[in-house]
C-alpha cells in the first residue's frame, strides 16, 4: 500500500430541501457573492429564482456570470474572474454540473491575482489563496462537488487539462437528487459512465490497496444496479439519490488511498475526443474504456479477472469487458466513435493529438503504435 495524506474539507449536504440551507450558509462568508451558472437550465428549471430569492431575502449583494459552456473554456474563467475582483466578491456560488464548478474552482483561485488561469495550468503561476466556494450540484457525474480538481479547455493551445489544488476544494456543496430531476436521459448515463470510470481509473493505478479496491467495487455494484432503474424512471428520487451519492464518492479520494494517484489514461484519451468534436465527458470514457481494456487485455488480465469476479461474477477477461460495453449500451451511452458520428477520416487528427498532448496513464504507457490499436478498437 502506497503512503497517502487523507484529507477532505468540503462539507456534503445531501437530500431533499437542502438548498433551503444556502441562506443560514452563504452569509457566514460575506455579503459580496459572485453567482456563476451555465447555459440556461438552472432557469428553466426554476432553480435560478429559487436561489436568487434566497440569495437576495439574506441581504447579499449578487453580481452574476452567466453562460459557462460544457467542456468550460478558461476564456469564461478569465471573464469572470474580472467581474469578481472588481466587484470584490466575498464568495463564489457555482450552480450547476461539473463544467460549472470546474469554472468556479478556478475562478476562485484566479480573482485573487492579475494574470490568465491559464498560468495555473502551465505552472508558470502558483495560487496562493482563494475565494470561497459554495456549490449546489445539479448533474452527477464528475464528483467535482467535493474533490481538489477542475478541468478547462483552453482553444488557443489546444489542451483540455485538469489542475489540482487543495485551495479549491468547495467549501459546502448541496446536493438534492430532485434538482437532477430535469437532466436528459442522455447526460444522465453519460454522469453513470463518469462515475464508472472514475472507478476504473484508481482501480488501474500502480500502487495497491485492497480496502480502495472494495470501495471501488461497491461503488460500481451500486451503480451497475441504480443505473438502469434510473433509467426507466428519471424522476424517481431513490435512483436519482443512489447515483448522486456513487458519483460524489467515485471521485472525492476515498478510492485513491493507497493506489498512486490512479492511472487516468482514458480521460487524458476522453479529453481530446471532448475538445477536437465536443464529444460529452462521460460518452467520451463510455467508448475509450472497453477499447483500452482490449488493448491490455493481457497486461491488466488479472485485474480485469478480478473486477468481472466482483462485479458481474465471472472472471473470464472477455466476458467481463463484454459485459461493461453492454452496461453502457443499455444506458445508452455510446461504445463506438461511429455513435458519436466520428468517421475513419478523423482517425488520424485524434491520434495526433493523444500522441502531442501525451495522453497515457501514470501506469499504463502508451506507444503510437497501441493508439492506432485502440483507434480501431473505437471505431
Ligand atoms: O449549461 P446548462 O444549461 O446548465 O446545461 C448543462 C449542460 O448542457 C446540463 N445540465 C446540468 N444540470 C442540469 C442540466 N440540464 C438539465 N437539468 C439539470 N439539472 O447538462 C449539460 C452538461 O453539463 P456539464 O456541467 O458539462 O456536465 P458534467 O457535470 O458531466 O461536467 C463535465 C465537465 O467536468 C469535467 C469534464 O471534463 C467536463 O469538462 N470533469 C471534472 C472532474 C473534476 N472536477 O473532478 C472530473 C471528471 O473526470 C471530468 O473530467
Ligand atoms: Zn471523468
Redesign the pocket.
Known amino acids: 500500500m502506497d503512503n497517502f495524506v487523507s484529507y477532505n474539507p468540503t462539507a456534503l449536504h445531501f437530500g431533499k430541501g437542502v438548498i433551503d440551507k444556502l441562506s443560514e450558509t452563504i452569509p457566514q462568508y460575506g455579503k459580496r457573492v459572485l453567482f456563476v451558472?451555465?447555459?440556461?437550465?438552472?432557469k428553466r428549471?426554476g432553480l435560478y429564482d429559487k436561489i436568487m430569492s434566497q440569495l437576495l431575502k439574506s441581504g447579499m449583494e449578487v453580481f452574476e456570470y452567466e453562460g459557462?459552456k460544457?467542456?468550460?473554456k478558461v476564456d469564461d474563467v478569465d471573464a469572470a474572474a474580472v467581474i469578481g475582483r472588481e466587484k470584490n466578491v466575498d464568495v463564489i456560488l457555482a450552480v450547476?454540473?461539473?463544467?460549472?464548478i470546474?469554472s468556479a474552482k478556478i475562478i476562485s483561485i484566479t480573482i485573487p491575482v492579475n494574470h490568465s488561469a491559464w498560468d495555473f495550468y502551465t505552472y508558470r503561476a502558483k495560487p496562493k489563496v482563494s475565494v470561497p466556494l459554495i456549490a449546489v450540484l445539479?448533474?452527477a457525474?464528475?464528483?467535482?462537488e467535493m474533490?481538489p480538481?477542475?478541468?478547462l479547455q483552453n482553444e488557443k493551445t489546444g489542451r483540455k487539462d485538469?489542475y489540482r489544488s487543495d485551495l479549491i476544494f468547495p467549501r459546502h456543496s448541496f446536493l438534492d437528487p430532485e434538482?437532477?430531476y430535469?437532466?436528459?436521459a442522455n447526460?444522465t448515463a453519460?454522469?453513470i459512465s463518469?462515475l464508472i470510470a472514475?472507478c476504473f481509473e484508481n482501480y488501474f493505478s500502480k500502487g495497491d490497496c485492497s480496502l480502495s479496491d472494495r470501495f471501488i467495487f461497491s461503488i460500481i455494484n451500486d451503480a451497475v444496479e441504480w443505473g438502469p432503474k434510473l433509467m426507466n424512471n428519471l424522476c424517481g428520487y431513490d435512483e436519482r439519490a443512489a447515483i448522486m451519492y456513487d458519483a460524489t464518492m467515485a471521485?472525492n479520494l476515498l478510492t485513491s488511498n493507497g493506489k498512486d494517484g490512479g492511472d487516468w489514461g482514458v480521460?487524458g484519451m476522453g479529453?481530446i475526443l471532448?475538445l477536437l468534436y465536443e464529444v460529452p465527458?462521460?460518452a467520451s470514457l463510455s467508448i475509450v474504456f472497453p477499447a483500452w481494456m482490449k488493448l491490455h487485455c493481457e497486461r491488466a488480465g488479472e485485474r480485469i479477472s478480478r473486477l468481472g469476479k466482483n462485479i458481474f461474477g465471472t472472471s473470464d477477461v472477455d466476458e467481463t469487458i463484454a459485459s461493461f460495453e453492454a452496461f453502457f449500451e443499455q444506458i445508452g451511452s455510446p461504445v463506438r466513435l461511429s455513435q458519436v458520428g466520428i468517421g475513419a477520416d478523423k482517425h488520424e487528427a485524434i491520434i495526433h493529438l493523444w500522441i502531442r498532448n501525451k495522453a497515457e496513464g501514470g501506469n499504463f504507457k502508451l506507444k503510437e503504435y497501441d493508439y492506432r490499436k485502440l483507434i480501431e478498437l473505437m471505431a
Open positions: 451558472y451555465g447555459k440556461g437550465s438552472v428549471s459557462i460544457p467542456n468550460p450547476g454540473g461539473g463544467s460549472v470546474d445539479t448533474l457525474a464528475t464528483g467535482t474533490n480538481f477542475a478541468v485538469g434538482v437532477t430535469s437532466v436528459p447526460y453519460y454522469g463518469d472514475h471521485l480521460h479529453h471532448s465527458h462521460g
